[in-house]
């Protein structure tokens, strides 16, 4: 079993910046972290991901220059970072973790989920 936390969602003006954080409890030794997000009428969406091992990481191209993923594996938690936020960045974001090597693309690859944070981008 895998706890997931998320921490940092909160209202934003246009440009401005914040940082999320997902600390992970319980069986820790998953292979990918992942952030996602889902606005009211769309599907959940990957943001970025990374690798608790090598620290690798994927973003989509819709964030990618913008937000970073990071881990701090001492602490067991990852952050993504967001920056030059607009208020198409709106939505409910969530930490999840898949266990083992394979896809992680989707939403249905991910095993644990963490119960999501509001990130709010006015205009």
């Known amino acids: 079993q895998v706890s997931l936390v998320e921490s940092g969602g909160g209202l934003v003006q246009t440009g401005g910046s914040l940082r999320l954080s997902c600390a992970a409890s319980g069986r820790t030794f998953s292979t990918y972290m992942g952030w996602f997000r889902q606005a009211p009428g769309k599907e959940r969406e990957l943001l970025a991901a990374i690798t608790w091992r090598s620290g690798s990481t994927y973003y989509a191209d819709s964030v990618k220059g913008r937000f970073t993923i990071s881990r701090d594996s001492a602490e067991n938690t990852v952050y993504l970072q967001m920056n030059s936020l607009k208020p198409e960045d709106t939505a409910v974001y969530y930490c999840?973790?898949?266990?083992?090597?394979?896809?992680?693309?989707?939403?249905?690859?991910?095993?644990?989920w963490g119960q999501g944070t509001q990130v709010t981008v006015s205009s």
């Open positions: 999840a973790t898949r266990l083992y090597s394979g896809s992680y693309y989707y939403a249905r690859d991910y095993n644990y």
